[in-house]
């Protein structure tokens, strides 16, 4: 099947750019939220992103003010991970799992490359799921098997999220 070839190609190539490929001059919103578009694998035609999106997520401390209206690598490093993460997370899990980074004194450069390694990991492991040559009969199975893969990761994510949580509030009262 033609569409599960493109799907598994794209899992298994498209990436979003390394740290040191990032564009190192200052983009303003209209060029960030263009530039956001190439990021991550998308199938829908709608905005990953836009200039509210960016606005509320630097409101919420997940991204760190501009530079005047300017945006750097930094920028496009946390917008890459949070449009990804928010396919699956709330704002304020994204928040903890950015705060423990910070925490453990990770700098946006490693902590966009754990992130880019993570993603990486992630689309190999589920492209190698992929059955291109699957029949129509096999499609609901293998969807269904995605479906419960995600529940279970949901599960231990949101619970280790818990755990972590209360680890960061003490923290903060130290």
Same mark, same amino acid.
């Given at each position: 099947m033609?569409e599960?070839?493109?799907?598994? =190609?794209?899992?298994?190539?498209?990436?979003p =750019?390394?740290?040191?490929?990032?564009?190192? !001059?200052a +983009?303003?919103?209209?060029? %960030?939220?263009? &530039?956001?578009?190439?990021?991550? !694998?998308?199938?829908?035609?709608?905005?990953?992103?836009t200039?509210?999106?960016?606005? /509320?997520? !630097?409101? #919420? @401390?997940?991204?760190p003010?501009a530079?005047?209206k300017?945006?750097?690598?930094?920028? %496009?490093?946390? +917008?890459? *991970?949070?449009?990804?993460? $928010?396919?699956?997370?709330?704002? $304020? /899990?994204?928040?903890?799992?950015? @705060?423990?980074?910070?925490?453990?004194? $990770? =700098?946006?450069?490693?902590?966009y @490359?754990?992130?880019?390694?993570a +993603?990486?990991?992630?689309?190999t492991? =589920? *492209?190698?799921?992929?059955?291109?040559?699957?029949?129509?009969? #096999? %499609? *609901?199975?293998m969807?269904? #098997?995605?479906?419960?893969?995600? &529940? *279970? /990761?949901? %599960?231990?994510?949101?619970?280790? +999220?818990?755990?972590?949580?209360?680890? /960061?509030a003490?923290? $903060?009262?130290?």
């Amino acid at each position: 099947m033609d569409e599960l070839q493109t799907l598994k =190609t794209r899992m298994e190539q498209e990436r979003p =750019t390394p740290w040191e490929d990032l564009p190192d !001059i200052a +983009l303003y919103m209209d060029q %960030l939220i263009s &530039y956001m578009a190439r990021q991550l !694998i998308r199938f829908d035609e709608g905005p990953p992103l836009t200039s509210a999106m960016v606005i /509320n997520y !630097i409101k #919420d @401390g997940l991204v760190p003010r501009a530079d005047g209206k300017r945006y750097g690598p930094t920028h %496009l490093g946390y +917008l890459t *991970a949070v449009v990804a993460l $928010k396919q699956v997370l709330s704002v $304020k /899990n994204i928040g903890a799992l950015m @705060g423990a980074g910070r925490a453990l004194e $990770k =700098t946006p450069p490693e902590q966009y @490359g754990y992130f880019c390694r993570a +993603l990486d990991r992630a689309l190999t492991d =589920t *492209a190698q799921s992929i059955d291109p040559e699957a029949g129509e009969s #096999d %499609l *609901a199975r293998m969807a269904l #098997d995605f479906a419960v893969r995600s &529940y *279970a /990761n949901q %599960l231990a994510c949101q619970r280790i +999220l818990d755990i972590l949580q209360p680890q /960061n509030a003490r923290d $903060k009262h130290k």
